[in-house]
């Protein structure tokens, strides 16, 4: 039973920094690609970051040099450090894991709320 567990957000000021966290079990993390997405009201889904299978990044234009990837694979938990929060961070985030062959999952999602 595969499970992906978001923590650590919340309401911050601008300039701020927040590390949200991804439990996830249930699924072999070498097949999986593991990423954060973001969805603000009104928006489109947006990919924030992501970390393969093999552990190669990717992170969008719009937080680059702001936001990082990064994994614990003992404790099963991937991470999005977010610094210099700006209003237009806020947005519901979303961990989200996904294998061609096995499919995809998401978590319930945690609110970022930069004001």
């Known amino acids: 039973h595969v499970q992906l567990v978001e923590s650590g957000g919340g309401l911050v000021q601008p300039g701020d920094s927040l590390r949200l966290s991804c439990t996830h079990s249930g699924f072999t993390r070498d097949d999986y690609d593991m990423a954060w997405y973001r969805q603000a009201p009104g928006n489109e889904c947006e990919l924030v970051s992501l970390?393969?299978?093999?552990?190669?990044?990717f992170t969008a234009d719009s937080v680059m040099g702001r936001f990082s990837i990064s994994q614990d694979n003992a404790k099963k938990i991937v991470y999005l450090q977010m610094d210099s929060l700006k209003a237009e961070d806020t947005a519901m985030y979303y961990c989200y894991a996904g294998c061609s062959w096995r499919g995809a999952y998401w978590g319930q999602g945690t609110q970022v709320t930069v004001s």
């Open positions: 970390i393969s299978s093999e552990g190669s990044t």
